[in-house]
């Protein structure tokens, strides 16, 4: 195996259209641990971490641009993520473990694609755009449209994620990630994230999420509808769960059965809900 | 068949150039080239914290982190927090609770507590718990390990 360090754009496109069998390594928390038990083993890795145009997070028009190469970390600690991009904040900070958060990163996690991770199910919630780049230049994907199946995305051979654009409206939107796993730090069970915003009693906002029931997070603008415009009673929550819960499609695995996530997943659209509706009511 | 590079690193706070194939992970890089064998290597993919090093400042899984990334940066092990003294108070609690039986979690589990005790000065148990998670120890000896960590906390306190 080979290893190159690009430290620009051109000479990283050079690499990834001249090499057949290349991985780019972001943080490598899960590359790296793909690697060690023998599932990759890339003839070249191509670190990204000499690219400052995939750093740092800035704000443009009521939309932050969070580079791809931002850690777990750095998005925890920002406080710059305000209103509907409070929820990126609050998954971030439930990613696995410290040692972890300090070197995973943003656009590392959502091209894994993985549909128990926590960023797919928030950055679907916070209705973020992606950034990418590709010897054919430079577009932009709506999230619904970035994850197509498990650990499969829309982007095309050698296309790169750059950066993650996530509105700050509604800015009297909260937004949680409410996950429940097994043992802390794990992949969730289920995940429910989830912007909400309120005018008075009335929901002026809502945009839900369901991670780990599904190839790709699960979200349904009817589910999201239902809530908009109501007071956000037991029963017009318990409609909208109803159709996320019958458009879900969970699997076994160690972390539970598919009918033990589908008993979850209108228990934790319920708690999300009520415990955002309260605390946008003290606000 | 691999291309060695030669990389520069900071670790302990002694310069090191050495010549490594891309594919060394910074835990065996640590242990093998620079015989520094106080990083443990447990699972291998992350998960049990053994590995867990400094990497300009912050902690990392170094068994997951690939050495050629280090290069022109600055790496801490225990080696070196137990050097300094940084952290002699808690490894000495950590003997009088007996919050070590084996031992080969505790490198990781020091590391990960000092940054604990770094951004928070009183974390409670529940905290501390939710800190260490990603540090197994497989002696299953964690009350004491959380006892310790909490009485380092309040003696810095109290020290004040």
Same mark, same amino acid.
């Given at each position: 195996m080979n290893y190159v360090e690009p430290s620009s754009i051109t000479e990283l496109m050079n690499y990834v259209t001249t090499v057949e069998d290349y991985r780019c390594l972001a943080g490598g928390a899960t590359l790296v641990a793909m690697m060690n038990v023998g599932l990759v083993e890339p003839e070249l890795l191509i670190s990204l971490?000499? @690219? #400052?145009? @995939?750093k740092g997070m800035r704000i443009d028009q009521n939309v932050i641009r969070i580079g791809a190469m931002t850690t777990h970390t750095a998005i925890t600690d920002e #406080?710059?993520?305000?209103?509907? *991009?409070s929820l990126v904040r609050s998954a971030a900070g439930q990613i696995a473990h410290s040692a972890v958060r300090n070197m995973g990163t943003i656009g590392g996690a959502i091209s894994h694609a993985d549909p128990s991770a926590d960023f797919p199910a928030a950055l679907t919630a916070a209705n973020a755009t992606i950034e990418v780049l590709g010897p054919s230049g430079r577009r932009v994907i709506q999230i619904d449209d970035f994850f197509v199946n498990y650990l499969e995305t829309s982007l095309t051979e050698k296309e790169i994620v750059m950066a993650i654009m996530v509105p700050?409206?509604? *800015?009297?939107a909260i937004g949680h990630h409410l996950k429940f796993s097994?043992? #802390?730090? #794990?992949? *969730?069970t289920v995940s429910v994230s989830l912007a909400l915003a309120m005018e008075g009693r009335i929901c002026s906002y809502a945009r839900i999420a369901v991670g780990s029931v599904a190839a790709v997070p699960l979200r349904l603008k009817e589910a999201d509808d239902i809530l908009i415009g109501s007071n956000l009673e037991e029963s017009e929550i318990a409609r909208a769960s109803e159709l996320l819960l019958k458009s879900s499609d969970p699997i076994d695995d160690v972390r539970g059965s598919s009918s033990y996530r589908k008993f979850l997943i209108p228990r934790l659209i319920r708690q999300a809900v009520l415990q955002s509706k309260k605390e946008l009511s003290y606000t | 068949m691999s291309n060695k590079t030669d990389i520069s690193v900071n670790v302990n706070g002694r310069e090191y150039t050495r010549h490594v194939s891309p594919r060394v992970s910074l835990a065996d890089f640590i242990r093998?080239?620079? =015989?520094?064998? =106080?990083?443990h290597v447990g699972c291998e993919h992350g998960v049990c914290g053994a590995c867990v090093v400094k990497l300009d400042g912050k902690i990392v899984r170094s068994c997951l982190t690939l050495a050629v990334q280090t290069d022109g940066h600055a790496i801490e092990t225990i080696e070196g927090l137990s050097e300094s003294g940084e952290i002699s108070d808690m490894q000495e609690i950590f003997h009088k609770r007996n919050a070590?039986?084996? =031992?080969?979690c505790t490198p990781g589990i020091l590391l990960t507590a000092a940054e604990l005790l770094e951004k928070t000065a009183t974390p409670d148990r529940e905290e501390i718990r939710e800190f260490l998670s990603g540090n197994l120890c497989r002696c299953t000896g964690y009350e004491a390990i959380i006892d310790a960590v909490e009485e380092t906390a309040r003696e810095r306190q109290d020290g004040k």
């Open positions: 971490h000499k @690219l #400052d145009e @995939l #406080d710059r993520l305000t209103g509907n *991009a700050l409206s509604p *800015a009297d097994r043992v #802390d730090g #794990d992949y *969730a | 093998h080239d620079l =015989g520094l064998t =106080g990083t070590l039986q084996c =031992g080969y």
